[in-house]
Nanobody, 115 residues
Framework: QVQLVESGGGLVQAGGSLRLSCVASGNIFSVYVLGWYRQAPGKQRELVATISRSESTTYADSAKGRFTISRDNAKNTVYLQMNSLKLEDTAVYYC?????????WGQGTQVTVSS
């Protein structure tokens, strides 16, 4: 089992920045890809960004150029740096870890962008 705990969400004005963190614990060697998803009210959960063990990254079109995903393997932590935040970035952000035949989710952290 793998446990994922997010932090760093909050209220920020449009144009501002936030950095989300997700600490992984447990059988972390079974996790190959870490990532962030988000879910806005009334919408489906959507991919934001992922990062592999080799630090290969993928981004949703909405995140490209504004968000940066990174990981610190020594700290078992994945980060999501979010800049130039927009109202439409308001959502609950979830950390996820994926391995062979397994998938893990954190409890989510709320990000609210105000005008």
């Amino acid at each position: 089992q793998v446990q994922l705990v997010e932090s760093g969400g909050g209220l920020v004005q449009a144009g501002g920045s936030l950095r989300l963190s997700c600490v992984a614990s447990g059988n972390i060697f079974s996790v190959y890809v870490l990532g962030w998803y988000r879910q806005a009210p009334g919408k489906q959960r959507e991919l934001v960004a992922t990062i592999s063990r080799s630090e290969s990254t993928t981004y949703a079109d909405s995140a490209k150029g504004r968000f940066t995903i990174s990981r610190d393997n020594a700290k078992n932590t994945v980060y999501l740096q979010m800049n130039s935040l927009k109202l439409e970035d308001t959502a609950v952000y979830y950390c996820t870890g994926q391995g062979i035949g397994s998938e893990y989710w954190g409890q989510g952290t709320q990000v609210t962008v105000s005008s």
